[in-house]
């Protein structure tokens, strides 16, 4: 592969107008300049077709699509992926800000390994608070044994690249792996589509695939409440989180999910209760 390969970034977006257009901004800013910036759009109905138009016109490396029907955020990212012309793909999201060098870190990183069987894991420095656990364990990220649950610690700075677990849903990837395992899964996570990245994330590590985070290719994640495959609603995302999750379980540790599911029931449950009780939302920060 070249030392600067082709990076074919994805950014699917779904009424998102309003932020979309400062996402487009920072990856006009990149260092690394031998990309191109596909944007899926997912039936919006507001003004994101106008955006998605006037940053094709100022940049020939910019192009998007829009979809007649609603897909889902699984779909939509596939459907992607399936447009891209580069040798790895970076997938993002339309409320994130990619730092100047965030994308030549992550290129130089995944060059300086011999081999293709690896995903880089940039740094989100976030607008939400971390998960306590991975924060006491001082961990990007922290995978439950017994409830498979994963949370996060996105904005820690380990002060070099590390191994890790797993990634979140902004991974550099090579191309033709994700194309071969079939991409994202489309039908098994519904709502929210939470745990279809780490759905992704774990056919890859099952096959063989090394996690590195890479700290200093940085991107600052504004979370937007609502919007994009984020549903409004208390309920509906705890519902989502839940069911989606052990649909993640079914999938991916086999027998394993005997005692796990019932461990997650447990102590999901408990954090709702504790949640509640002193009134704070009973959706766990988890991975997204």
């Not at 996402?23 to 191109?36: A, G, K, P």
């Not at 989100?124 to 994963?150: C, H, M, Q, S």
């Not at 990837?173 to 994700?178: A, T």
């Amino acid at each position: 592969m070249s030392k600067k390969p082709l990076v074919s970034i994805i950014l699917p977006t779904y009424n998102r107008a309003s932020v979309l257009g400062v996402c487009i901004e920072s990856v006009l800013n990149q260092s690394y300049t031998n990309w191109e910036l596909f944007i899926s759009d997912d039936c919006s109905t507001d003004n994101t077709i106008k955006v998605i138009k006037h940053y094709m016109v100022r940049d020939s490396r910019i192009n998007g699509k829009t979809h007649e029907h609603n897909l889902g955020l699984p779909r939509n990212r596939n459907a992607a992926l399936h447009e891209v012309k580069g040798q790895l793909v970076f997938f993002i999201e339309d409320d994130l800000v990619l730092h100047q060098g965030c994308l030549e870190k992550l290129v130089s990183t995944y060059n300086s390994f011999a081999t293709n069987d690896i995903v880089i894991v940039p740094r989100l420095i976030e607008n939400t608070d971390p998960d306590e656990e991975a924060v006491r364990r001082n961990v990007p990220f922290y995978v439950n044994k017994f409830t498979g649950e994963i949370f996060n610690n996105y904005g820690q700075d380990p002060g070099s690249v590390l191994k890790v677990d797993m990634g979140h849903a902004c991974c550099l990837y090579p191309v033709d792996q994700l194309r071969n395992i079939g991409g994202y899964e489309e039908k098994a996570y519904k709502g929210t589509y939470c745990r279809e990245e780490s759905d992704l994330n774990m056919r890859l590590i099952n096959l063989g695939f090394k996690f590195y985070f890479q700290p200093a290719a940085v991107a600052d994640h504004n979370r937007v409440s609502t919007g994009g495959c984020r549903l409004s609603g208390r309920l509906k995302q705890t519902y989502y989180y839940a069911r989606n999750h052990i649909v993640f379980l079914l999938r991916n540790f086999g027998i394993r999910s005997i005692y796990m599911i019932p461990f997650f029931l447990i102590e999901f449950s408990r954090r709702i209760f504790v949640n509640n009780l002193f009134s704070k939302s009973s959706f766990p920060k988890a991975l997204k």
